[in-house]
């Protein structure tokens, strides 16, 4: 048996060392947003695919492949920084919070999150109020309106806002975040 870095068993060997046995999964970390995201990759993964094939195997390239592909990867990105607000996984600056004293830190840590809460809540309105104005606006090559793909980006960031309120009301209940504790789990 082995242990990883933090601490948990990686793999199980026989007495030869020769059989691994993994550790059982846990899928209860992932959430809906993670299964919607990874459903719309493969998805994007798929159209990818079909362009390739029908550009080189096919000589006669699918024209909506490209502009559907580009829209679901801005789904993908507007869906995934869900899933980076919830494991507050964003790019962070610690270093600042080192040499600070633990009020000061707390109080700017307190204060990210609270910009962090008021940027997400004013993306999520300014982007809910474009969606009804592209709805005239068609896509290039398929003929939907362009307000669907306003739409996932509202929702994103919709579910960005919902995602930094809950994380935002962790950390004030626990005291503490991980930009003056880094490393620590939240």
């Known amino acids: ?70 829209y679901l990867l801005i789904v993908i990105t507007f869906l995934g920084g869900s899933m980076a607000v919830r494991r507050n996984t964003h790019i962070h600056v610690e270093f600042l919070y080192r040499y600070l004293p633990a009020p000061a830190g707390r109080a700017m840590s307190t204060m990210v999150d609270l910009v962090r809460l008021g940027f997400l809540g004013y993306a999520t309105w300014l982007s809910i109020d474009l969606v009804p104005r592209m709805h005239n606006l068609g896509m290039t090559v398929v003929d939907l309106p362009m307000s669907y793909v306003y739409g996932f980006v509202a929702a994103g960031f919709a579910m960005m806002t919902f995602r930094a309120l809950l994380v935002t009301i962790h950390h004030w209940k626990q005291g503490w975040s991980s930009l003056e504790r880094p490393g620590e789990a939240d």
């Open 1 to 70: 048996m082995t242990q990883t870095a933090a601490g948990h068993e990686a793999r199980q060997f026989d007495d030869a060392g020769l059989h691994a046995e993994d550790e059982p999964i846990d899928l209860s970390v992932y959430k809906w947003e993670d299964w919607l995201t990874l459903a719309i990759f493969w998805l994007l993964a798929f159209t990818v695919f079909y362009q390739f094939f029908t550009r080189y195997v096919l000589d006669d390239s699918a024209a909506w492949t490209e502009e559907i592909a580009r």
